[in-house]
């Protein structure tokens, strides 16, 4: 009887522990909600990039898909109550994001000494996961057609062998931005000072324009029918089309190719803060540049990160870094709605 009692209270022990141990309902697993881009940059997260951090932190993730434009709105839409943890953003509205206050700092991302420069954005409340680089694209067996030379200037884009040509998205597109930006800083302006590229734009660039194409499948559709030869596009768009087997090329203008970064940044008042900034040194982590860089044409901004030769026309390693151009947003954001109604008078006209 007493090794029968004996055994009895040692199950009911085991019992009780067991039960402890079992998920209770107020011990549900912490869910971390990300926004960011739809799309191939959806997929990849979803089936490469999220679940290895979910083993490892024992956390749900959830992924909120929008654009940049999207994403911030949802951030203003819910500041009494935010939805997402993290938010990945391209850096003008990331910009915007930071200003706004939706950003908390980066407190707990060990990756940041192995991080360029450029990709800190000057703040410590978001980091540039990845590069684009804002420059040329052009259709090199046009251009050997014709005996022409690979673009090497922005001011190419005013060259008249080029009437007809061309095609650059509009000023409601990051790239179409970028080039007033340029042409600005080209001929005696800069952000602060924008007239110099609307008159440069008006008088010397516009004429060459066939048309001024915001959509990244009607510009494939532009190159593919042969109608331009040459616009101003993301490195990422361009490997995306040259993976088709169109010989479209990326080239780097020698005055440098404008950043366009895809950046993270924890949200504040999130329900879980430690999980959002292992997720933002996560998405820094070599691997998942590796991955990013692969899938979305985006070049690494870790130092550490190694990609294959096959990615190395990407915004890659110091020397292509070094020379990428970095556009003020401080000042642009507050003139952007200005600016794209100046654009249509005047531009676009």
């Given amino acids: 009887?007493?090794?029968?009692?004996?055994?009895?209270?040692?199950?009911?022990?085991?019992?009780?522990?067991?039960?402890?141990?079992?998920?209770?309902?107020?011990?549900?697993?912490?869910?971390?909600?990300?926004?960011?881009?739809?799309?191939?940059?959806?997929?990849?997260?979803?089936?490469?990039?999220?679940?290895?951090?979910?083993?490892?932190?024992?956390?749900?993730?959830?992924?909120?898909?929008?654009?940049?434009?999207?994403?911030?709105?949802?951030?203003?839409?819910?500041?009494?109550?935010?939805?997402?943890?993290?938010?990945?953003?391209?850096?003008?509205?990331?910009?915007?994001?930071?200003?706004?206050?939706?950003?908390?700092?980066?407190?707990?991302?060990?990756?940041?000494?192995?991080?360029?420069?450029?990709?800190?954005?000057?703040?410590?409340k978001a980091?540039?996961?990845?590069?684009?680089?804002?420059?040329?694209?052009?259709?090199?067996?046009?251009?050997?057609?014709?005996?022409?030379?690979?673009?090497?200037?922005?001011?190419?884009?005013?060259?008249?062998?080029?009437?007809?040509?061309?095609?650059?998205?509009?000023?409601?597109?990051?790239?179409?931005l970028h080039t007033l930006v340029m042409m600005a800083r080209l001929n005696g302006g800069s952000e602060t000072d924008i007239d110099p590229g609307f008159k440069t734009m008006v008088d010397k660039v516009a004429p060459n324009v066939l048309v001024f194409e915001p959509s990244s499948g009607k510009m494939s559709e532009l190159f593919q029918n042969k109608e331009i030869a040459l616009s101003i596009w993301g490195s990422g768009r361009v490997k995306a089309l040259a993976d088709t087997g169109f010989p479209v090329k990326f080239a780097y203008p020698k005055e440098g190719a404008v950043a366009l970064m895809v950046a993270a940044c924890p949200v504040t008042h999130s329900d879980v803060p430690d999980e959002a900034q292992a997720f933002v040194d996560y998405l820094l982590q070599p691997e998942v540049q590796e991955k990013l860089a692969a899938t979305n044409g985006f070049g690494p901004t870790n130092k550490k990160t190694v990609l294959p030769e096959a990615l190395q026309s990407l915004p890659y390693g110091p020397d292509k870094i070094s020379k990428l151009v970095a556009v003020d947003w401080n000042v642009i954001n507050p003139k952007r709605e200005e600016w794209t109604q100046r654009w249509a008078r005047e531009v676009e006209r």
């Fill in 127 to 176: 980091i540039g996961i990845g590069f684009v680089a804002t420059g040329f694209a052009y259709n090199a067996e046009m251009f050997k057609e014709k005996g022409w030379a690979p673009p090497s200037s922005w001011m190419d884009l005013a060259d008249p062998k080029f009437d007809q040509l061309e095609s650059i998205p509009p000023i409601s597109n990051t790239y179409g």
């Fill in 1 to 124: 009887m007493r090794i029968t009692l004996k055994a009895g209270v040692a199950a009911a022990a085991l019992a009780a522990a067991t039960a402890l141990l079992a998920p209770q309902p107020g011990w549900a697993q912490k869910v971390l909600t990300v926004g960011g881009y739809g799309g191939s940059f959806e997929t990849l997260m979803k089936e490469h990039i999220i679940p290895p951090f979910e083993k490892a932190h024992n956390v749900t993730v959830q992924f909120v898909p929008g654009n940049s434009t999207e994403n911030l709105a949802r951030l203003q839409a819910q500041k009494d109550n935010q939805e997402m943890d993290v938010v990945i953003l391209d850096d003008g509205p990331m910009y915007q994001a930071v200003a706004l206050g939706f950003c908390a700092p980066l407190t707990k991302v060990p990756s940041l000494p192995d991080i360029y420069d450029i990709a800190k954005m000057g703040t410590d």
